[in-house]
């Protein structure tokens, strides 16, 4: 029975051959609404838009301030495992590191998955807008 176990996930994952049921892109869309522990798409929308409520804070005056989840559409797929790996990275030459998002321990073939399903979902929104 273990054995079985181990072996399901590399049915799924596949290497982009035909014998898999699934693609990269249909897993990585799976992984991305249910990777482990909270989903991409709480904060980054169904489809990596941004713009969802994450929570609503109060700054040092007390004014109200929400937080909202970044767009993940244009992100490489370097930024997208500095990411999920809550590192920092370097954007238009700034250092920044993730305050809210959680770290994912996810692989380089399941981070890549989930690019490869951003980059389907960006693609899909460039042929709407011709």
């Known amino acids: 029975m273990k054995l079985f176990l181990i072996m ?3 049915l799924l994952i596949g290497e982009g051959k035909n014998e898999s049921f699934l693609s ?3 897993y990585g869309k799976m992984l991305y609404n249910n990777p482990r522990g ?5 904060c980054h929308g169904e489809e990596g838009r941004g713009g969802h ?3 609503k804070y109060y700054d040092k005056f007390s004014n109200p301030k929400i937080l909202k989840g970044d767009s993940i559409l244009d992100y490489s797929f370097d930024e997208l ?6 590192r920092f990275i370097d954007k238009n030459n ?3 590191r993730h305050r809210v998002m959680p770290k994912y321990y ?3 073939r399941e981070i890549n998955a989930i690019y490869l399903y951003l980059q389907y979902v960006k693609k899909g929104d460039m042929k709407s807008k011709k």
């Open 81 to 86: 495992k500095a990411s999920v790996e809550n």
């Open 24 to 26: 990269d892109i249909e």
């Open 38 to 42: 909270i989903p991409c798409s709480k």
């Open 106 to 108: 996810l692989t380089d």
């Open 53 to 55: 409520k994450i929570a």
């Open 94 to 96: 700034i250092r920044r």
């Open 8 to 10: 399901v996930p590399l």
